[in-house]
């Protein structure tokens, strides 16, 4: 007797998802690669002999010398990402430190998908079809509620980095988080969180003139009255949130204060010659509630 079963292929999806993203979180991967290319060059006879014997000297080595370059900030050519890594990266940082200009530029360089997180917010609000997250978005904005704002981009957000183009190519995402719950949302409540946040640090001053002398044309949003509002919005999160970016290892401090060129060579640099450490710094999410 056969019992027909229907599958539901989003749950398949965030399986699979989290299931790649535990992997890179314990470094299976990287395990995975030592032991194969130890046995390829030892020639064991009893593989699964060794193999008991051997693992926990290969995941100690590579964990320990992960933490210890982390730790000392080092950063180094012979730390290599895994060939089937893909990068998943945030940019933050006030208005005007650059991080849509960043976030094309980096995007180009490893094939990355943009995410602009207010774009997403504006089309999903204004498209034919109203869902759930859609609703609670426009009632959010109504009530000037942020805390079913921040629900329901967060949901919108994490939809689609589930989606297959994301999940195949990596991405790169701008315009969110904007507080601590968001961030917290982020890093421990989506299935595919980033692995990398890169915090664009600049001072205000610095960061109006950056924005109101942009080269390009400037868009309806570029005048002093939107500009103040977001200026306000982050000085009202900033302290709240950066004392929670400050326990994740993910994040990524650089200086956005020098030219363009170099502010971008730091950043590859730090992305491709640092290994990548997921989660709290020392254990610290108890002191975080």
């Not at 314990?26 to 593989?47: C, G, P, Y």
């Not at 504006?122 to 509620?145: F, P, S």
């Not at 080269?215 to 009202?236: C, G, V």
């Not at 363009?260 to 010659?273: A, G, N, P, R």
Request: with cysteine; glycine share 4%.
């Amino acid at each position: 007797m056969s019992f027909s079963t229907k599958l539901d292929k989003s749950m398949i999806v965030k399986y699979s998802a989290g299931f790649m993203f535990y992997m890179e979180k314990h470094k299976l991967m990287d395990i995975m690669s030592r032991l194969l290319a130890e046995l390829s060059v030892e020639s064991v006879e009893d593989v699964r002999q060794w193999m008991g014997q051997n693992i926990r000297r290969i995941a100690q080595d590579i964990y320990s010398k992960a933490l210890t370059a982390f730790h000392l900030g080092t950063a180094a050519d012979y730390f290599q990402l895994p060939k089937n890594y893909f990068h998943r990266i945030v940019m933050h940082g006030r208005p005007g430190s650059g991080r849509r200009t960043m976030a094309h530029v980096l995007a180009e360089r490893w094939n990355l998908l943009i995410l602009d997180a207010d774009a997403l917010a504006y089309h999903h609000i204004n498209g034919h079809q109203q869902d759930e997250n859609a609703l609670l978005l426009q009632q959010g904005i109504e009530e000037d509620c942020v805390i079913k704002r921040s629900e329901a981009i967060g949901n919108i957000i994490q939809e689609r980095l589930l989606k297959e183009d994301a999940l195949h190519r990596g991405w790169i995402l701008y315009n969110y988080p904007n507080n601590r719950c968001e961030a917290r949302e982020l890093f421990e409540g989506f299935t595919v969180p980033p692995n990398r946040l890169i915090f664009l640090q600049i001072n205000e001053r610095m960061a109006r003139m950056r924005h109101l002398m942009r080269s390009y044309t400037p868009s309806p949003q570029d005048n002093i009255t939107y500009l103040e509002r977001q200026m306000q919005q982050y000085r009202k999160s900033e302290t709240l949130l950066n004392a929670y970016l400050s326990h994740r290892r993910e994040v990524v401090y650089v200086d956005a204060t020098a030219c363009f060129e170099t502010v971008k060579c730091q950043i590859m640099s730090q992305l491709t010659k640092t290994p990548y450490i997921l989660g709290y710094k020392y254990g610290e999410s108890g002191t975080l509630n």
